[in-house]
């Protein structure tokens, strides 16, 4: 994906995120982190210090445009920057030419690589949500059904953003 392309893709989702914050409310058991696909797009070669950085600025980004508890989003993309590089590592196919980036993984490769990352962040995010006082079968619900929707979003969005003449 070209840097442009890439840019867009971003803006397109921060504000997509914001307006789903500000003006939509789901559910009490949902929680949808649409810009967790820019952590999950950023290139292999990055390591954890600019995937944690670029993971605080986007969340921090989310929580002044959104109408949450401040520092939330930004802590679990900041968890989920922490370990992208070691969870990509331990997903992506063997090939080396399909190592260079997450639009030659395929997405079989791409849902394994972004189901362990999507669990990261939705598990910093309720716990400190929940800060403890809520009933941990309630959280576990909001974990289990936002699990599921995240990852669908996540391959779902995989799919609009690839190259097209790399799918065939």
Same mark, same amino acid.
């Given at each position: ?19 789903? /914050?500000?003006?939509?409310?789901? $559910?009490?058991?949902? /929680? +949808? ?17 600019? $995937? ?11 929580? +002044? ?35 260079e980036g997450i639009d030659t993984m ?22 400190? /949500? $929940? ?31 690839? /190259? ?5």
């Amino acid at each position: 994906m070209s840097a442009a392309r890439h840019t867009i893709l971003a803006l397109l989702l921060i504000l997509a995120q914001g307006a789903l /914050d500000n003006y939509i409310n789901l $559910s009490v058991y949902l /929680d +949808i982190f649409l810009c967790l696909f820019i952590v999950l797009a950023l290139p292999p070669k990055w390591g954890s210090i600019p $995937s944690m950085t670029a993971g605080f600025v986007l969340g921090l980004a989310v929580d +002044i445009l959104g109408n949450g508890i401040p520092g939330m989003n930004a802590a679990a993309m900041t968890a989920a920057g922490v370990c992208r590089k070691g969870i990509f590592e331990l997903t992506a196919p063997k090939e080396k030419e399909k190592r260079e980036g997450i639009d030659t993984m395929g997405l079989r490769n791409f849902v394994l690589y972004s189901m362990p990352l999507v669990l990261i962040c939705l598990t910093v995010y309720i716990l400190l /949500d $929940s800060s403890g006082f809520r009933p941990a079968g309630l959280c576990l619900a909001r974990l289990g059904i936002s699990f599921v929707v995240n990852t669908l979003l996540m391959a779902i969005l995989y799919m609009i953003s690839i /190259d097209h003449n790399r799918r065939r």
